[in-house]
């Protein structure tokens, strides 16, 4: 869907003109803001300047107050780094902090416009009611990935990188990040399971169909084309409807294998993150006791749970095989083919695959709840240092 744009900036700049810093700088930083629409709504709205203008100024709203947090990040960070003339380390400690609260602001910027959009949107619809069947969505882009927030020449040069208090923060970023892809991996797996559910019910509506009937016809054997047209009747169309389930219970297993690896990517990225930060904290995270116990415990977590999906794979594997097998049996009974009850007879209990997510889910809320710990002990070392030259 083609975009209307409605702000495009250069927010680093904006935001450095506004906040005015002496001892910190850092460039890039484009930022738009936009709403997909469809075609058609975009060449309705050119008549419509009322609509658009609330559209506008939904965006405007997250566009502010993402400049004014920012802007306060800035000057109060820009007054630590003043303060701590003589400690590099902590300067750059320091600025490391404000470079990661400027992304985490960043990347809840489409939460926010989505939120405010649609405030204005409900209202939109209610006095034009045939644009509620038009779809939308927000589209942001901040280009916030400025290479760190730098000490300028006005503070103290040859700062020692640590970069371990803004990795953390980070962290709880793309912890987070996970936990949506873990939630969209329940949903996945909890629609196969319907589907499975399901085939198992027709599959045995059709075996007592069988069993119940297959007496009454002459000469009665599972291999004959026309005794198994007399034996189901009405309950031939379920083998079809059976069949196409199948399909169904394939593809969502296909979705939610394809889901674990993703999430098992993204934890791989975590955990690099988090070794690098944990050795770029030894110095720094003895000053904050919270910060030094989350670590550890963070990475127990997360390769814990690594573990619990790569075992996950065997069990998706199963689903399948049962699958083929269930499709199997059905292909010979709709061809009249011997050998289908066989197949069924060894196929028909219902697996207890044990893959309900919803345990790996849990765990993931977990870890997301222990790398909010970290981030916040990482903050706290950030106000720590301020109160102490103050």
Not at 208 to 235: L, P, Q
Not at 238 to 263: A, F, M, N, P
Not at 276 to 291: C, G, I, P, Q, S
């Amino acid at each position: 869907m083609p975009i209307l744009k409605f702000i495009e900036v250069n927010a680093a700049k904006v935001i450095l003109a506004e906040a005015k810093p002496k001892n910190i700088t850092f460039g890039g930083g484009k930022l738009n803001i936009g709403i997909e629409f469809e075609k058609d709504f975009i060449e309705k709205l050119q008549d419509d300047p009322l609509s658009w203008q609330k559209l506008q100024d939904a965006a405007s709203s997250a566009y502010k107050d993402f400049i004014a947090e920012a802007v306060a990040e800035v000057t109060k960070t820009d007054k630590v780094i003043g303060r701590l003339v003589g400690d590099p380390t902590m300067q750059k400690a320091a600025a490391d902090v404000c470079y990661a609260g400027l992304k985490m602001k960043a990347s809840g910027l489409t939460k926010e416009v989505d939120a405010n959009v649609k405030k204005a949107w409900a209202q939109i619809i209610k006095t034009n009611k045939d644009y509620s069947k038009y779809k939308w969505r927000a589209a942001v882009h901040v280009g916030l990935q400025i290479g760190g927030v730098a000490i300028s020449a006005a503070g103290i040069g040859g700062a020692v990188a640590t970069g371990g208090v803004s990795a953390v923060i980070g962290i709880y970023g793309m912890v987070k990040s996970c936990l949506g892809l873990f939630k969209d991996l329940v949903k996945l797996w909890l629609s196969a399971e319907k589907f499975r559910t399901a085939i198992n019910g027709q599959v045995t509506k059709l075996v007592r169909a069988y069993n119940a009937k297959k007496s009454a016809a002459r000469n009665s054997s599972d291999s004959a084309k026309e005794v198994i047209n007399t034996i189901f009747g009405t309950e031939l169309g379920t083998i079809g409807k059976c069949r196409g389930d199948i399909k169904q219970y394939l593809s969502k297993l296909d979705g939610v294998d394809v889901k674990s690896h993703e999430i098992s990517r993204e934890l791989g990225k975590v955990m690099s993150k988090l070794d690098k930060a944990m050795k770029d904290m030894r110095t720094v995270a003895k000053n904050n006791k919270t910060l030094a116990a989350a670590l550890p415990k963070l990475e127990t977590q997360i390769n814990d749970l690594i573990v619990k999906i790569v075992a996950k794979q065997e069990m998706i594997n199963e689903g399948r095989a049962w699958a083929n097998r269930m499709d199997e049996a059905l292909e010979l009974l709709e061809k009249g083919k011997p050998g289908w009850l066989k197949v069924f007879d060894k196929s028909l209990v219902l697996l207890d695959l044990g893959l309900s997510f919803t345990d790996l889910s849990a765990q993931a809320d977990k870890i997301v709840e222990i790398a909010w710990g970290a981030a916040q002990a990482a903050e706290e070392l950030y106000d720590d240092i301020s109160e102490a030259v103050a």
